[in-house]
């Protein structure tokens, strides 16, 4: 299943939960996201290597986190996150989730290798990374712009 059903999975500040598609379409609607962004949540409902879930705090949704081109035989998988309204961020609900989706990644999933790509200048996206326990290792085929990160069982997050 690519869209999370189960019970809310408290992480500290947030909940990871199950997506309820009428206030999450609104809410996608009015955020200040890419329409690729926008599109993980229907993207999901059709692609197996997707694993989509919605952020709340305190009973109100606040932003996505989706796993990605899953690998299962690799054991890897890709993260994007995003909190959707300028005023929820800072406030370490990205962190929260990060570090909520990685447990959920490694002990039900079975994922060994997590990986983050961002942009170079997204300082609040690098940032909650490291603060996950990923490491840079350098610059993504897309481009010099972005940068990847990856989180490995036991790894440590210095800079290569
Ligand atoms: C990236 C994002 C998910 C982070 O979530 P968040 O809730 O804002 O993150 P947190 O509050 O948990 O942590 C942000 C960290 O970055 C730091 N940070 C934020 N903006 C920063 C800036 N401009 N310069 C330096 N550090 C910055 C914060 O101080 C904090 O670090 P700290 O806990 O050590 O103080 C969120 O900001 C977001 O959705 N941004 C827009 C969409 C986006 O960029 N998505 C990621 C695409 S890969």
């Known amino acids: 299943m690519a869209i999370y059903q189960g019970p809310p999975r408290p992480f500290r500040l947030i909940s990871l939960v199950q997506p309820e598609p009428k206030h999450l379409l609104a809410a996608l609607a009015v955020a200040d996201l890419t329409d690729e962004e926008k599109g993980w949540f229907?993207?999901?409902?059709?692609?197996?290597g997707c694993f989509y879930f919605v952020v709340q705090r305190q009973e109100r949704l606040i932003g996505q986190i989706v796993l990605h081109d899953i690998d299962r035989k690799e054991q890897e998988a890709l993260i994007g996150y995003h909190v959707f309204r300028p005023?929820?961020?800072r406030q370490g609900y990205g962190s929260d989730a990060l570090k909520a989706i990685c447990d959920y990644a490694a002990g039900e999933l079975?994922?060994?290798r997590l990986v983050v790509i961002t942009s170079l200048d997204n300082l609040a996206s690098r940032r909650i990374a490291i603060k996950a326990d990923f490491r840079e290792i350098g610059p993504a085929r897309e481009g010099p712009q972005l940068v990847v990160y990856e989180r490995l069982p036991g790894g440590k997050n210095e800079p290569a």
């Open 42 to 48: 229907r993207r999901a409902q059709t692609d197996d």
């Open 87 to 89: 005023e929820d961020r």
């Open 110 to 112: 079975h994922l060994r």
